[in-house]
């Protein structure tokens, strides 16, 4: 069984890597929308689009959800008050 830290690793990493696919893409949209027809820039531009919708879903995915953050920093603020601490 893998362990928070591995698999926050393992998340981590799964996001850099469709982090770095959807960058290429948007590079290459970005150097083909200055070229061609009205509609293909149209298409271009959607996709693009697409592919912020994309970087964003994986971003979330890595990013702890609200309610573990604040149970995580409520418990983090809990051990700095306990005596000894």
């Not at 150097?31 to 971003?59: H, M, N, P, V």
């Amino acid at each position: 069984m893998a362990s928070l830290r591995e698999t926050l690793q393992q998340d981590f990493e799964a996001w850099r890597q469709e982090r770095d696919v959807v960058e290429k893409e948007m590079n290459r949209l970005i150097t083909s929308i200055l070229s061609g027809a009205k509609e293909d820039r149209d298409i271009r531009r959607a996709q693009f689009q697409a592919l912020i919708e994309r970087r964003e879903a994986a971003a979330r995915k890595v990013l702890p959800p609200l309610d573990l953050a604040k149970r995580l920093k409520a418990e983090a603020q809990g051990f700095a008050g306990s005596p000894g601490a």
